[in-house]
């Protein structure tokens, strides 16, 4: 299953996820309705006929209504809540981001695993969180990738090799890449409406614990109070019995495909082997003691809390098979496990596991089968994207690594990928944004314009990956005022590039974290918005507009409608409504649209290192991640 096939089995999931609900909610409205009027007509004043108790129709309509209500506004409090993406669940759980200022060696050592996989998948990097726990175990949270985050515990990255803590992260990864991680999101919202009730059971009989009263009347409200409250207790005790099995239901399967995916990344079965073997073999095991973290229960790599009646309940498959399931030989055996001092700072990074070479030739040209591989890989990289990432990471300009973890070395950075290559050009953007800059920002945008001077094409993208975390930091007026900056600089020789515009546009989204909207179009009854996307990539990537019109008929002549003429009118404004339209494809009708990209940019016999960057790049805002384009020396590079 490709990460096409993934994100529309998520989104036919989400369908399913709705009608399990909406049963779980009827069956909880009708139990609670049901017994509330019950208790009424017990214990309050209602009509006695014939010596026998009379339901009163319209109180059971107006209860069953107020359950309603107190489910749809719990779940949408909760979403309402969740809506500033990952980093909720992530602090909910006591999680310190890192990203910016790793304290020792091993949140280092986690940093640089998850830059390699983000780089590798062709994705920002994930906000990275730690959590101050003895269990081993990481989450990955968040509404689509851009607000992302993964969490990863004390106890995972103290007592795991490098090369398991890759397996738990590429499970991570896997959770992002094909849709689980916004179906969690949503279930966590949805069930805490169900849940909702026993919640209001509690407090009804907090509220009613201090209460005295002498008279029959008195005390005859004191007991529906109480008797109302325990119902709703019980009756939020069968809310939680639905809930888990919905988790459950949903949870089980897609953890086997991450594993799966995990063993396919990183091409070692032992990585994400060996950190299963350890949770079993570790006396604390996955556990968490956040007070939250049954909530997020299902979110977990491991089973990070105990539930009753395991077999049924249970979020994730027993250790035992998901370890058999990647390594059919293992002989059951799990190693004891030595818990390490919460405060233990780490382990080197064994070289053992890194893959050296003399670094990528990212100037070079690519061939037509390079941005098919790319394609082919979305969702799916493999150990050659990882190696590849590895090597963009040590070849990056120290200068330029270290300004991409900081606030305002991540803005600098912006900047002045966005400085124009004629050195009078870029003394005019200079000074026009010289009076939107602090002295120190100025200071440090010079100091960087060295070592970007000589970044090659290919580690454009993956610079602008490794700085969106840092810029996520930044305030809403603060971001704003980056914007108008980045906008300054791009309309200097007053023409927009398509290149300039599209990695506005990547900041953006990342930064501000534009959801990802649901898919509903076939690709053919977007024929006209198509002919606008194709159109622009062929006059970037053709200088004469005669091969222009080529590239563009080379490139639809593989679609299995017809297109529009070739139309680049309308500039930016038009491709930006175009691409807007185009995200909410459906998935399975993305494929077809990257290939006929392919065509285009390959339409001379090579893709140079800019049109590959342009292709990620469009791509990216079109959801569809693709990982580094690979020369035939790396593709065939041995791995040891």
């Known amino acids: 299953m490709n990460f096409f096939e993934h994100q529309d089995r998520a989104r036919r999931q989400t369908g399913r996820l709705v009608l399990l609900l909406a049963l779980a909610v009827t069956c909880l409205v009708s139990l609670t309705s049901l017994t509330l009027s019950l208790l009424w007509v017990l214990f309050g004043e209602s009509s006695v006929r014939g010596g026998r108790p009379v339901f009163d129709t319209p109180l059971i309509g107006v209860v069953a209504l107020v359950v309603i209500a107190v489910v749809l506004g719990g779940s949408l409090y909760k979403r309402a809540q969740l809506s ?7 602090e909910s759980l006591g999680g310190r981001l890192i990203n910016l200022a790793p304290q020792n060696l091993d949140e280092r050592r986690l940093l640089n695993v998850v830059e390699e996989m983000a780089l590798a998948s062709g994705t920002p990097v994930p906000s990275v969180y730690v959590l101050d726990d003895i269990g081993i175990n990481a989450f990955a949270a968040g509404l689509s990738p851009q607000d992302a985050v993964i969490g990863v515990t004390r106890g995972a990255i103290g007592l795991l090799s490098r ?6 992260i590429a499970h991570e990864f896997s959770h992002i890449y094909n849709g689980d991680m916004r179906l969690n999101m949503r279930l966590i919202a949805l069930l805490h409406g169900i849940l909702l009730i026993g919640l209001i059971g509690q407090w009804v009989l907090r509220s009613d614990s201090g209460s005295r009263g002498s008279s029959s009347d008195s005390s005859k409200g004191v007991i529906l109070k109480f008797a109302i409250g325990l119902a709703l207790l019980a009756l939020g005790y069968a809310g939680t019995f639905f809930g888990n099995l919905i988790k459950a239901a949903v949870s089980r399967q897609r953890e086997f495909l991450a594993d799966a995916s995990a063993v396919q990344f990183t091409r070692n079965p032992e990585s994400i082997g060996g950190a299963l073997k350890k949770i079993g073999g570790y006396s604390p095991g996955s556990q968490l003691q956040a007070p939250n973290a049954t909530e997020f229960s299902h979110l977990y790599f491991g089973a990070g809390v105990k539930v009753a009646l395991d077999g049924l309940f249970a979020t994730h498959p027993p250790l035992a098979e998901r370890i058999r399931r990647v390594e059919p030989g293992w002989d059951g055996r799990y190693p004891k496990v030595e818990p390490l001092p919460i405060a233990a700072s780490g382990v080197q990074e064994p070289s ?3 893959i050296k070479s003399s ?19 979305i969702g799916d990289p493999g150990l050659k994207h990882l190696q590849m990432a590895q090597d963009t990471l040590e070849t990056l300009p120290a200068p330029l690594k270290q300004a991409a973890h900081s606030c305002e070395g991540a803005q600098a950075l912006i900047y002045g990928l966005l400085l124009d290559s004629v050195e009078f050009l870029q003394q005019q953007q200079l000074d026009l944004l010289r009076g939107h800059l602090s002295p120190a920002q100025a200071s440090l945008l010079e100091s960087l314009r060295g070592p970007l001077r000589e970044l090659s094409p290919g580690q454009r993208l993956p610079l602008i990956d490794l700085a969106i975390p840092a810029l996520k ?31 506005l546009r990547i900041v953006e989204r990342n930064v501000e974290g534009l959801r990802t909207v649901t898919g509903k ?7 006209a918005e198509v002919a606008v996307l194709l159109s622009f990539l062929c006059l970037a990537g053709q200088a004469d507009p005669r091969q222009a019109r080529q590239a563009f008929a080379h490139g639809s002549g593989g679609l299995s409608f017809t297109l529009p003429a070739f139309r680049p009118e309308g500039g930016l404004q038009a491709l930006e409504a175009a691409l807007r339209r185009l995200t909410r494809l459906l998935p399975l009708q993305k494929p077809q649209l990257l290939k006929a ?8 016999g090579e893709v140079t290192a800019g049109e590959a960057e342009l292709m990620r790049a469009v791509a990216d805002i079109l959801d569809c991640p693709m990982p580094p384009l690979l020369t035939d020396r790396e593709a065939s590079r041995a791995v040891n």
């Open 84 to 90: 500033a993406g990952g980093k909720v669940v992530a």
């Open 163 to 168: 090369e398991e803590l890759q397996g738990v």
């Open 352 to 354: 053992a596991q890194r």
């Open 359 to 377: 670094g990528p030739t990212l100037a070079a040209a690519f061939s037509g089968a390079a941005v098919a591989e790319s394609i082919a890989a």
């Open 473 to 503: 930091q930044l305030g809403k007026s603060e971001f704003a005022s980056m914007k108008q900056n980045m906008a300054l600089l791009i309309r200097a020789d007053e023409r927009v590039e398509l290149l300039e515009w599209t990695l």
């Open 521 to 527: 179009y076939r690709l053919e009854s977007l024929a």
């Open 597 to 604: 990209m392919a065509r285009c940019i390959g339409y001379d």
